[in-house]
Nanobody, 124 residues
Framework: QVQVVESGGGLVQAGGSLRLSCAAS????????MGWFRQAPGKEREFVAA???????SYTDSVKGRFTISRDNAKNTVYLQMNSLKPEDTAVYYC??????????????????WGQGTQVTVSS
């Protein structure tokens, strides 16, 4: 069983930055695919970004050029650097983990482990 715990959310003005962190348990973290999803009130959970074990990354179009996902295998941690934040980025952000690359990175049901989420609020 893998546990993931998010941190780093908060309130920020539009145009500002935040860095989310996700700490994962387990001795094989470096082989895991890690991802970030978000869910705004009244909306479905949506894919934000993912990083596979080899370091390749994937982003949803709305965050390309603004968000960067990275991982530090020595610390069992994945990060989401969010710049140029917009009010529409407001959501609960969830970290996800999978021991093998999900068939569909952008589909929540293919991911195995989830954190409790961290709130990100961007004011206009």
């Amino acid at each position: 069983q893998v546990q993931v715990v998010e941190s780093g959310g908060g309130l920020v003005q539009a145009g500002g930055s935040l860095r989310l962190s996700c700490a994962a348990s387990g001795r094989t973290f470096d082989s895991y695919c890690m991802g970030w999803f978000r869910q705004a009130p009244g909306k479905e959970r949506e894919f934000v970004a993912a990083i596979i074990s080899g370091g390749s990354t994937s982003y949803t179009d709305s965050v390309k050029g603004r968000f960067t996902i990275s991982r530090d295998n020595a610390k069992n941690t994945v990060y989401l650097q969010m710049n140029s934040l917009k009010p529409e980025d407001t959501a609960v952000y969830y970290c996800a983990a999978a021991p093998r690359r999900p068939i569909r990175l952008d589909t929540a049901t293919w991911w195995d482990y989830w954190g409790q989420g961290t709130q990100v609020t961007v004011s206009s």
